[in-house]
T-cell receptor, first 115, second 109 residues
Framework: DTAVSQTPKYLVTQMGNDKSIKCEQN?????MYWYKQDSKKFLKIMFSYNNKELIINETVPNRFSPKSPDKAHLNLHINSLELGDSAVYFC??????????????FGNGTRLTVT | GQNIDQPTEMTATEGAIVQINCTYQTSGFNGLFWYQQHAGEAPTFLSYNVLDGLEEKGRFSSFLSRSKGYSYLLLKELQMKDSASYLCAVLDSNYQLIWGAGTKLIIKP
């Protein structure tokens, strides 16, 4: 299936731990994103990569570090997890060369719970 | 600041019609998207408007008025599976997506 896939789907961990979320897309898209959706359901952009290069880096703590080994992968590493990091994290991709109205394709999300 | 407003929650009856409104104040405008998000799932693309007017796509239609900073999503012949959150998002002058908090639509039999 062509899709955006992210793992794991659920992640429960303790404060202070370090964790990673992986994302892969086989849609041939050039741009990938990480979004955070909090309990109030706002989607907030965290990072965006275009062809492995960082193009959007919103004001997020530097405990969050994205890594894009190639344009089909964008992973998110989080150091020293805090309670406030609990949220659903969505990976997404798009193909801006088709125009900026190219819609986002989202992964199924990773529900992170920090205890 | 940039702002997108949508009602938090709406309730409608199966088979009926519902209109979900979205108003926006953004720095520039390069289009407006509607996404559907079922509980516990990813948002999925529904529609895109950049010019004024109505875009129809099956049971769903989306309307835009740029002068009023206003859009609506119209859902006809409602089905139980339409119960979901509907997210409005605007592409600003920097081609960044600004998201609303979404409208939770509850469909009753």
């Amino acid at each position: 299936d062509t899709a955006v896939s992210q793992t794991p789907k659920y992640l429960v961990t303790q404060m202070g731990n370090d964790k990673s979320i992986k994302c892969e897309q086989n849609l041939g898209h050039d741009t990938m994103y990480w979004y955070k959706q909090d309990s109030k359901k706002f989607l907030k952009i965290m990072f965006s990569y275009n062809n492995k290069e960082l193009i959007i880096n919103e004001t997020v703590p530097n405990r969050f570090s994205p890594k894009s080994p190639d344009k089909a992968h964008l992973n998110l590493h989080i150091n020293s997890l805090e309670l406030g990091d609990s949220a659903v994290y969505f990976c997404a991709s798009s193909r801006p060369v088709d125009g900026f109205n190219s819609p986002l394709h989202f992964g199924n999300g990773t529900r992170l719970t920090v205890t | 600041g940039q702002n997108i407003d949508q009602p938090t929650e709406m309730t409608a009856t199966e088979g009926a019609i519902v209109q979900i409104n979205c108003t926006y104040q953004t720095s520039g405008f390069n289009g407006l998207f509607w996404y559907q998000q079922h509980a516990g799932e990813a948002p999925t693309f529904l529609s895109y408007n950049v010019l004024d007017g109505l875009e129809e796509k099956g049971r769903f239609s989306s309307f835009l008025s740029r002068s009023k900073g206003y859009s609506y999503l119209l859902l006809k012949e409602l089905q139980m599976k339409d119960s979901a959150s509907y997210l409005c998002a605007v592409l600003d002058s920097n081609y960044q997506l600004i998201w609303g908090a979404g409208t939770k639509l509850i469909i009753k039999p």
